[in-house]
């Protein structure tokens, strides 16, 4: 079975099993990762679900679409990492993926 790995803001990493068709949300909000808010339920209307994906990943995931590029625009610790996990739809082919939980806008 396919999975990923989730850092989260104290550094600890936590192996989570990819069901597909799922959101990286859904994956680390079901595995128990507490730091990820999430607060929208996935709807991309708050980006309190940011992660970091790494680098040599970014470029396998679907563009960027203007309704998460504008939210992420707000926050102070945007980079070109940057992505919500509502909005990334996991499969298969991600196995390995690594994400990293943003730190919390004030």
């Not at 990923?4 to 680390?28: K, N």
């Not at 991309?44 to 590029?69: F, G, K, N, R, W």
């Amino acid at each position: 079975m396919a999975q990923l790995v989730v850092t989260d803001r104290s550094g600890e990493q936590t192996e989570i099993a990819i069901r597909p068709g799922t959101s990286l949300m859904q994956a680390i909000t079901e595995a128990g990762v507490a730091d990820l808010l999430a607060l929208c339920g996935g709807v991309c209307s708050c980006a309190t679900c940011h992660v970091y994906i790494q680098d040599d990943a970014i470029t396998q995931l679907p563009p960027m679409e203007q309704d998460e590029d504008d939210l992420l625009a707000f926050s102070a610790y945007r980079q070109a990492n940057s992505r919500l996990s509502c909005q990334i739809r996991l499969g298969d082919e991600f196995h390995g993926l690594r994400a990293t939980i943003a730190p919390e806008d004030a």
